[in-house]
Structures are given as structure tokens and as C-alpha cells.
């Protein structure tokens, strides 16, 4: 039997309005709420959506997390349009994304940064989803255990190891998110494994065994079995799938069954 518990998240970006994310999250209540005991279920709504996914999850009594896709590393002052770590714990939010890729190339974010992010989602008592994953350019220069082991050492600078229960790791290849071309599980395991055996190294080999590393980038109902099969995979970082209530139920039916 498989000693750590799955974890599938579903990461809405920047979509939903105030409607479609009340249904989605009513969705996913109904669709997930016979294999909770199988697997740990997130959705990362947009900030607007935090509180009213938050007040639907808790009228459904749902053991389904709600996770905040981003935070500032400060803990209050004069940073305008930015949020805390204690004010998404306020909506209700018990994990949070930081360096995901998105952030890492559109909005043009550091390591140091993400790592700075890292320390303030521990500290403020949640658990972080550290994202980490090259590009296609990185992956054909050969560079794809070099890039993730910088994102992973820089990311976790200064974390020690008892918080380590405290993060995920997400694999999200660049080149896989959104394109609708997905890692072969084959592929993904391999640098799943390597970046265990990074854990082990920085940590032990103990950490290594528990911290869950889980596969984004284009994961889809089709796929999630034999990705999710895989001995490093640990679940999953759904993207466009987790809009459809159906093909999240889904994808994490196929996490609740390995
Ligand atoms: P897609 O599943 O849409 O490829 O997105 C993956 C992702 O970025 C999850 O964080």
C-alpha cells in the first residue's frame, strides 16, 4: 500500500465568476465526496471566490481544502493590490501555491522571492505548494534536473526539516501547461525521482520518503491513471480539467484508486 496519501489539487487561475465558481464548488463537493479517505483533495479559487467557496465547503461540512494561488511574504503594510498569508488563512485557506510557473515567468518572480513566500506560508501556520518545472528550451539543453534541483534549493533555503511536513512539491513542466502535451509518466517519474533523491540530500532520507511530490501540466482524465500510478507521483496539479466539474471528479477518482 502506498504510504503517502494523495494529494490532487485543482488550480482555477485567473477564471470563474462569482456564479460558476459557487457551482464548481458545489460540483466538486458532490463529485468527491465518497473518496476523502482515499486522497486529499484542494481547490485554489481566485482570491475574489476565497470566502464564498469557503462558506459553500463549510455549509457541506466537505473535508475539501481551500488553497489561496498566491500571497505576499510581508505581513501587513503599505504593499497596494498585495495579500497576506494571515488574510487567506482568514478566508478559510489552509494551503497555498507559491512559484508556480505562471508566476515565475509571466509576472517575472525570483527564487529568492518564492523563497521568501515559502517561509511566510510555514510561519503563518499553512501548508505551501512549491512549484518547480522547466521549460521546453531547458528541457532540450538537457538542464531539467539542473533547473528544478535550483528552483528546489533556492525555494527551500532556510526551511527546516520539520517544516518540510508542512510542503508540497509540484513538478509542473513549463512545456506542459496548458498545451495540452502532457510528460509521459515515464518522464515524469524520472525527475520525480530525482527530486527525491534532492530531498534526501538536503534533508533525509525520511523527509524524502514522506514529502509529497505531486504532477501538473495538462493532466486530464485520460492520462491521470498512469501518471498517478507511477512509484514518485503523488498526485496532482489539475489546471484547465479542474473547470469541469466531471473531469476533476474524475482525475481524482483516478489519485483516490492507486
Ligand atoms: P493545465 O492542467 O491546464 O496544463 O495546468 C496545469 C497547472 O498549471 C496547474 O497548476
Known amino acids: 500500500m502506498r504510504e503517502r496519501r494523495p494529494f490532487v489539487g485543482g488550480n482555477w487561475k485567473m477564471n470563474t465568476n462569482a456564479e460558476s465558481a459557487s457551482s464548481l464548488a458545489r460540483g466538486v463537493v458532490d463529485a468527491c465526496e465518497s473518496i476523502h479517505s482515499a486522497v486529499e483533495l484542494a481547490v485554489f479559487p481566485p482570491a475574489p471566490y476565497l470566502l464564498t467557496v469557503s462558506s459553500i465547503f463549510r ?16 505581513p501587513d503594510g503599505a504593499y497596494t493590490g498585495e495579500i497576506s498569508v494571515a488574510m487567506v488563512s482568514d478566508c478559510g485557506c489552509s494551503h497555498v ?28 501556520g499553512l501548508t505551501c505548494v512549491l512549484c518547480v518545472g522547466e521549460t521546453l528550451d531547458q528541457r532540450e539543453a538537457g538542464q531539467t534536473d539542473e533547473v528544478n534541483q535550483r528552483q528546489i534549493r533556492t525555494g527551500l533555503a532556510d526551511v ?21 502535451k502532457t510528460a509521459t509518466p515515464e518522464q515524469a517519474q524520472a525527475t520525480h525521482k530525482s527530486i527525491r533523491g534532492l530531498i534526501a540530500e538536503l534533508y533525509t532520507q525520511e523527509v524524502a520518503d514522506r514529502v509529497r511530490i505531486i504532477y501538473g501540466g495538462s493532466v486530464k482524465p485520460s492520462n491521470a491513471a498512469s501518471l498517478f500510478s507511477q512509484p514518485d507521483i503523488d498526485g496532482g496539479l489539475i489546471g484547465g480539467a479542474s473547470l469541469k466539474v466531471e473531469d476533476f471528479g474524475l482525475i481524482a477518482k483516478a489519485a483516490a484508486s492507486e
Open 59 to 74: 455549509s457541506r461540512s466537505t473535508s475539501t481544502k481551500i488553497g489561496a494561488q498566491n500571497v505576499f511574504h510581508q
Open 97 to 124: 501555491l507559491a512559484g508556480h510557473s505562471e508566476r515565475r515567468h509571466v509576472i517575472g518572480e525570483s527564487d529568492e522571492l518564492i523563497n521568501a513566500k515559502v517561509r511566510a506560508i510555514i510561519a503563518g
Open 160 to 180: 527546516g526539516q520539520r517544516e518540510m511536513e508542512h510542503i508540497i512539491i509540484a513538478y509542473e513542466p513549463v512545456w506542459a501547461i496548458g498545451t495540452g
